[in-house]
């Protein structure tokens, strides 16, 4: 079972396709970056307990970066976070369970072989089968080779090409005479090579026939190739470099000599090294061309171990391959596991703990942890020093010897740090039990001293002392130390305080100076500024004040524990890990995008800020930096860009618990509760730190951010017509492109729909509109019963002055009469009360009028100019006018009681008081009847009227006010126009509404 399953490990290794994908993706790879050992490259594993599928078959990269996993429970894909199980698009069912062989194609797609026969392409949601019915050799398929356009495929049953339309399987007409494919394989230069039973068929690029076979050993799996260097064929007896194909059944040079039963597992990767694998081990030899033979069998010089000691999920290995991104991924009987050159590189120290560190004078950096002390070459080579052990903190000295705090006193040692120079005891109050945070040694040969709970000690001239202007004295403990350009001595304390010492002068730096560092346990010096930083960020001194620093993401300025300058900016060491602020945008200013360096590009832990000597740049340039118990060294030359995610898939859309397929629009019953999409980017290297982001079109107005969640939901969508897009963004905020737009189309209720609304919008407006109209009648009604409850009172009252006073008056007149009868003729008395009781008539006239007027309820439609001109000539006849004229124009219309008596009355009011006060020669009264109401103008040639007068009347006469007050009671506006000595104008004006009869108006 074991030889069957190593069949098929390699056919699947799509290295062309790979490499391509590579170029695309990392243009910036740095081609001359040092080769590393196998401990040097990161490794990261997967187990069952992570997810990962039972018994893997093959594996593939697809060329959207999603890694596929055949198994014998289905198809399984990986995003470099989670496993999922791949499922047959809508509509479509996979022939089988068991994968056996995978192949990816340069367009997204994966070719997939079945245990039980028969291939599948799956591509952007369609899924094509195919059997031996359409060509297929019977049987389970073992290899696929992409060769250009055309795809190959191999197994128990033969061998078949497929042309991008149907299968043609291989036979004597081609010059194929084999029973059974092992391994398809097409070499560099384009000549296919299959490798069967009876040896090795090759067909030149552009032959349409196979050459006859050639005879030779028989492969243990696909042969590997990079680029156009030599073919790497594993057989029975070991691994050995093919440089022709048509020489492979010659011994030519071995790298391995196989010395016990061969497991079949190998692969040449895109940096040169091949890897193949032992009983139980790992293999891989970094420069497999310069390899000696081994001819006693065993490994050639050079070949590196990777095992269950060292970390590996397992102790079989059954699969490997490359991905477009350089990471090397082998599967195990235990799980998954991925060897990756990171950005930083970790040296490998026994019981490491908060290593301090600092920089020598040849590239090579010195690394104590307090028990222990080692010097580290840029290469990595280790060199223990014994002298240094013990060292808590380090400083370097103006002449190049390095100064160590030991338990015991502080410690000169040479450049090297193998010899020792001199002792230095402490003073008494600094006990050996205390721990030394930083040294500094002065270009005044000065020695400063920080020690916990001791505060700062200062040593010069062979005594220690306290600088009296430092806070507390001197005994206040600092975190940070620092000596700048100009021997000046910066000193950092956990209270958000920075003391500057300068000569006997201290000054103190705080929240009242800006500083918002919290614990200062940065001090640095860079571009000609001082940077101050710790707990809460960092700041920079300019002038007299310290200005914060804002970064993206926010995280990169958290709990600083040290800090280093660099033609490439700064470097932090803190709580995101590793961080750079370029050079660039530390000189633009505004906020600045850090690059951060995690466990994702190979930092592993943080390092603490009582630690700030845990960050050094070396001679050569290369960043070391030190987390709880390891150490790693970073070369900024050979750092590569963070990656920018590619499109997102969706993998599934569920609402109210159905499932919908993803790879297709979607319709949604009306009212859905819960709509849920799932997503993901793939990445291979920095899956942690991608970022989402989404958006429905059409709901929502901006994107919308999940973090690093992959599911997200809606409830109560309304309905209508959206658009799901998501976009990924790696760890510096750079998105990558958006997905698809998946359409979703949420089906509208009946209540819901267009025409309902604008129905239910024309009945409001119709309810409204009755309401309109019920309210105007109802208010006509009332203003009709309280005209009906004035006139019921103005009959009530003619009845009472005409059965009470005019009677009374009436009988008094006839007295009257009769005593006048009984006078002579000729008695003056009788004429004079004659007289008088003519007058009396005339006032019971007028009486009787008045009684009239007040009985009427409908005027007249022609009642106004007739009574108007009747009233005048009365007037005019009682006061003398020299001369009145009376015009009308329009249609008369009929008028409410109130508007009559409004006209006559201020018409009458005007003519008495121009012929009683102004002396008017002659008056011209006009009535005007038109489509807005009426307008009655009374105009003299008299004296005129003064302004004060005109506003506030002659006293003790109501004749304007009366006017006024008619008018405002009959709903008209009345407008006085008079200049002394020029006359006088009266002009009412009446809406047709006020001017109205109430029948009128209730029919209105």
Same mark, same amino acid.
């Not at 006559?904 to 008081?913: F, L, P, Q």
């Given at each position: ?340 050159? *990171?950005? =930083?590189?970790? $040296? /490998?120290?026994? @019981?490491?703990?908060? %290593? +301090? !560190? &600092? #920089? ?44 160590? *705090?030991? =338990?015991?006193? $502080? /410690?000169?040692? @040479?450049?090297?740090? %193998? +010899? !020792? &120079? #001199? ?53 206040? @403990? ?527």
């Amino acid at each position: 079972m074991r030889f069957y399953r190593s069949r098929a490990r390699h056919v699947f290794h799509p290295l062309p396709a790979c490499m391509v994908a590579l170029c695309c993706l990392l243009p910036s790879w740095p081609l001359a970056a040092p080769a590393r050992t196998l401990d040097q490259l990161e490794h990261v594993s997967w187990t069952a307990r992570d997810g990962v599928p039972d018994n893997i078959t093959a594996m593939a990269q697809t060329t959207d970066g999603w890694m596929w996993f055949g198994t014998s429970e289905g198809l399984w894909r990986f995003d470099g976070l989670r496993f999922t199980a791949a499922k047959a698009p809508a509509g479509a069912r996979f022939p089988d369970q068991t994968v056996y062989s995978l192949q990816a194609d340069g367009a997204a797609g994966l070719w997939i072989g079945w245990m039980f026969g028969g291939v599948s392409h799956l591509q952007a949601g369609t899924l094509r089968n195919w059997s031996a019915a359409d060509g297929l050799p019977p049987g389970v398929i073992w290899a696929f080779a992409q060769d250009g356009p055309w795809l190959w495929a191999g197994g128990i049953g033969g061998l078949a090409l497929f042309d991008g339309s149907r299968w043609q399987r291989m036979g004597p007409e081609q010059g194929f005479s084999a029973r059974k494919v092992d391994a398809v394989f097409v070499h560099a230069d384009g000549t296919l090579a299959v490798f069967t039973e009876q040896g090795l068929f090759l067909r030149a690029p552009g032959a349409a026939r196979f050459a006859p076979p050639l005879p030779g050993p028989p492969t243990r799996q696909r042969p590997a190739q990079y680029g156009s260097g030599p073919v790497w064929y594993l057989e029975q007896r070991g691994i050995r470099a093919l440089d022709s194909l048509a020489q492979y059944g010659r011994a030519d040079r071995w790298v391995f000599r196989q010395r016990a039963a061969v497991t079949g597992s190998l692969l040449a990767d895109s940096r040169g090294a091949l890897w193949f694998d032992d009983v139980g081990t790992l293999l891989r030899h970094a420069d497999p061309l310069g390899a000696d033979d081994a001819p006693g069998g065993g490994y050639a010089p050079g070949v590196e171990q990777f095992g269950a000691a060292q970390g590996l999920s397992g102790s079989i290995v059954y699969h490997m391959m490359e991905d477009a991104q350089g990471n090397v991924w082998v599967v195990t009987n235990g799980g998954l596991n991925r060897f990756r050159a *990171a950005n =930083a590189v970790e $040296l /490998r120290l026994p @019981t490491l703990y908060r %290593a +301090r !560190l &600092l #920089a020598g004078a040849d590239g090579s950096v010195f690394i104590s942890d307090g028990n222990q002390a080692w010097q580290a070459s840029a290469g990595g080579a280790m060199r223990s020093l014994p002298a240094a052990s013990g060292a808590m903190a380090m400083a370097t000295a103006p002449d190049g010897a390095i100064w160590l *705090a030991t =338990a015991r006193a $502080l /410690r000169r040692v @040479t450049a090297d740090g %193998a +010899r !020792l &120079l #001199a002792d230095i005891p402490y003073p008494p109050d600094v006990a050996p039990a205390d721990n030394i945070r930083a040294i500094v040694a002065a270009r005044d040969s000065a020695l400063w001293l920080v020690a916990s709970g001791r505060g700062v000690l200062r040593h010069a001239d062979g005594a220690w002392q306290r600088h009296p202007a430092l806070p507390e004295g001197g005994r206040k @403990t600092p975190i940070a130390v620092l000596q700048d350009s100009r021997g000046r001595v910066w000193i950092g304390y956990e209270d958000n305080q920075v003391a500057l010492v300068e000569g006997d002068k201290v000054t103190l730096y705080g929240a009242a100076q800006g500083l918002t560092a919290g614990k200062v346990s940065v001090l640095l010096e860079h571009g000609g500024a001082i940077w101050a930083g710790g707990s809460d960020g960092l700041a920079r001194l300019s002038g007299a004040r310290f200005v914060a620093l804002h970064a993206f993401p926010a995280r990169a300025l958290a709990s600083l524990a040290g800090a280093v300058g660099a033609p490439e900016g700064i470097w932090l060491n803190g709580g995101a890990g590793l961080v750079l602020l370029p050079a660039a945008a530390l000189k633009a200013g505004g906020p600045l995008p850090a690059r951060v360096f995690d466990d994702t590009e190979g930092v592993v832990g943080r390092a603490r800020p009582l630690y700030n000597d845990a960050i050094v740049r070396a001679t050569d340039g290369s960043i070391w930096v030190s987390t709880k118990r390891r150490v790693f060294r970073l070369d900024p030359a050979t750092v590569r860009p963070e990656p920018v995610p590619g499109a997102p898939t969706l993998l599934a859309v569920t609402a109210d618990g159905r499932d919908y397929d993803a790879s297709a629009a979607i319709a949604l019953p009306p009212n859905p509760g819960r709509v849920a999409f799932r997503f993901a980017s793939p990445s291979t290297g920095m899956a942690p730190r991608i970022r989402y982001r989404y958006r429905l079109e059409g709901y929502d107005r901006a994107w919308q951010h999940a973090g690093h969640a992959v599911d997200v939901a809606y409830t109560g969508l309304p309905p209508g017509d959206f658009r799901f897009v998501v976009q990924a963004l790696n760890g510096a905020g750079a998105p990558g492109p958006a997905s698809a737009p998946l359409p979703v189309h949420v089906a509208a209720t009946v209540v819901q729909t267009v025409w309902f609304k604008l129905a239910c919008a024309g009945l409001a407006l119709l309810g409204l509109w009755g309401l309109v109209r019920y309210r105007l009648r109802l208010q006509a009604r009332r203003l009709l019963a309280v005209e009906r409850t004035r006139h019921a009172e103005r009959e009530r009252i003619a009845r009472e002055l005409h059965d009470t006073l005019l009677q009374s008056v009436q009988g008094l007149v006839l007295s009257v009469s009769a005593t006048t009868e009984r006078l002579p003729a000729s008695d003056p008395l009788r004429a004079s009360l004659s007289a008088t009781l003519e007058r009396a008539d005339t006032v019971l006239a007028e009486a009787r009028d008045h009684v009239q007027g007040l009985r009427r309820s409908v005027p007249a439609a022609h009642a106004l100019p007739t009574q108007l001109a009747a009233a005048l000539d009365q007037a005019c006849a009682e006061h003398g006018a020299p001369r009145c004229s009376f015009t009308h124009s329009g249609a008369p219309v009929a008028l409410s009681p109130d508007a009559v008596r409004a006209c006559i009355g201020i018409a009458m009011e005007a003519v008495r008081n121009a012929c009683r006060h102004a002396g008017a020669r002659h008056i011209d009264v006009r009535l005007r009847y038109d489509a807005q109401g009426l307008e009655l103008s009374v105009a003299d040639d008299g004296r005129g009227i003064e302004a004060g007068i005109l506003q506030m009347g002659r006293a003790g006469h109501w004749g304007i006010a009366g006017m006024r007050e008619r008018a405002a009671e009959a709903g008209g506006l009345l407008r006085i126009d008079s200049t002394v000595g020029a006359g006088t104008t009266v002009v009412l004006t009446l809406s047709r509404a006020a001017a109205a009869a109430d029948g009128d108006l209730d029919r209105a």
